[in-house]
Each structure stands twice: as structure tokens, then as C-alpha cells.
């Protein structure tokens, strides 16, 4: 059973996150922040884990705080479950279209993080979601989850369907990477260690 459960309080946040792997893409979302809420259930839906998110943040101030410290419990929920990571494949790519916009993720769950993130969006807010707390998220989710992550836009204009198509990537490509070959043994690497 590969679960992990984080819960991580600060004078900002109040946050408690599950996430179950090898789920079937079930999600209970409660950010305070709609767009965001959206964004993690198509993570959930298209990445196959089930995952609960309850959060209260300082919104008052803005959604930064919530949504990085929300990338960083998700990411180490990622990590708990992640167990020995053995026989995982380590890899996964995902390329996504939503209408006018083709989107690409990459990942390595190699234990060395790192954030490429090449994504330019038109429009700095959503409702109340500000868009370049995306790459906050994202940097956050792959510092705290032992992940090499690469996102990149390769074509679009509309704001809603580039971070769609983002997120959507991100739930299939790390869904490929946690999958279990059989034909591995131990962790897939030279090293011995991921």
C-alpha cells in the first residue's frame, strides 16, 4: 500500500494532505481556492492517485503561501508513499493537448530535485488564482517529492487551457514513473539509490 499522510501547520497555513498512489483518481479538494481545487482534481483524475487536500491559508494576503506550502505537503505525501521506490520506472513523459494548447511533462524520480519550468501565460489571474503560483507549486511539489520535473508550454494562448493541460500532464507523467515493472529488481539505477 503505497500512502503517504503529511499535515504541516505554520503561522501561514494549516494544511493536511493524503495520497494513495495506486488509487483510481478520487479526490476530496478544499484549498479556499477554486481554480487551484480544479487544477489538483485533474492532477488526482488523470494521474490515477486519490488524494485529499484540506487547507486553510492566509488568502487574505494572497494565494502564494497556500499554494506553495500545498506543493510541499503534496510532495511529501509523494515521498512517504513512494516507500523504497523499488521496482518503480522512474521515468515518465506525458505531452497533453487541450484545444489550442499542446503541453509536456517530464519526470525522473531520481531523489536529485529540480525544477525546469519553461510556461508563459498571458493572463496574472484567474478568479483569485495567481497564475505564477504555478511554478511556485511546482517547484515546491519537486523539492519535497525527490523529483526531476520538466514542464514546458510547447504552444498556447489561453491561460485556463495552458494550466489545465499542465496539470494534466503532471498526473499522467508521474503516474508513469510510480508504476511498478516487474522486471525490475531493487531501484531502477546504477547507484543502488534513488
Known sequence: MRKGEIVRKTGETDICVSMDIDGRGNSTIDTG???FDHMLTLF???????ISVKAKGDLYVDTHHTIEDIGITIGQA???ALGDKKSIKRYGVSTVPMDETLARVAVDISGRPYL?????LNMPLLGGFE?????EFFRAFAFNGGITLHVELLHGKNTHHIIEAV???FGRALDDA???DDRTCGVPSTKGLL
Not at 488526482?44 to 486519490?50: N, R
Not at 497564475?131 to 511554478?135: A, I, L, M, P, S
Open 33 to 35: 481556492i477554486g481554480f
Open 116 to 120: 525546469y519550468y519553461d510556461v508563459e
Open 78 to 80: 509523494f515521498l512517504k
Open 131 to 135: 497564475t505564477e503560483t504555478v511554478e
Open 44 to 50: 488526482s483524475k488523470h494521474g490515477l492517485f486519490d
Open 178 to 180: 510510480t508504476r511498478i
Open 167 to 169: 496539470f494534466k500532464a
